[in-house]
């Protein structure tokens, strides 16, 4: 009589937990990670207002800070560069009075400095302008 060993197939399985942790720990990094690169590089000390209101930054943001720079949106310009980049400016079939503009200035610019500045905008058929202060 012959004894015959029978070996069955174990049935593995895998145990997918550790790597639905670490899926899941990734996809927390990069959430986390991606919302700290959309803040500017530009820091501003602006002039504080009791009547100051929040309002939604659309269209043009004209930056000046206290060393004399400006920027249109997010490129450097100089005041005579600033008046070509508004004329240059896509404003898909809106009239440009319609166009908001936000005024972002250090509190530290002297006021002939905006001057200029509204000088420059409203040369180029521009007149909605907003200045962004922080609340007091």
């Keep these: 009589m012959q004894l015959h060993a029978h070996r069955r197939a174990a049935a593995s399985n895998i145990d997918m937990t550790p790597m639905i942790d670490v899926v899941f720990q990734l996809i ?36 000046a800070d206290k060393n004399d720079g400006l920027w249109f949106n997010d490129k450097k310009v100089t005041f005579k560069t600033l008046g070509d980049e508004l004329a240059a400016y896509d404003t898909k079939n ?24 509204f ?6 058929g521009y007149s909605a302008v907003d200045l962004r202060t922080k609340q007091k």
């Design 119 to 124: 000088d420059v905008i409203r040369g180029n």
């Design 94 to 117: 809106k009239k440009k009075d319609e166009i908001p503009i936000t005024l972002e200035a250090d509190s530290e610019v002297t006021n002939g400095t905006i001057v200029q500045i």
């Design 28 to 63: 927390l990094f990069f959430l986390v990670s991606t919302t700290f690169a959309v803040m500017p590089g530009i820091s501003l000390n602006l002039p504080a207002s009791s009547t100051a209101q929040s309002t939604a930054t659309s269209g043009i943001i004209i930056t």
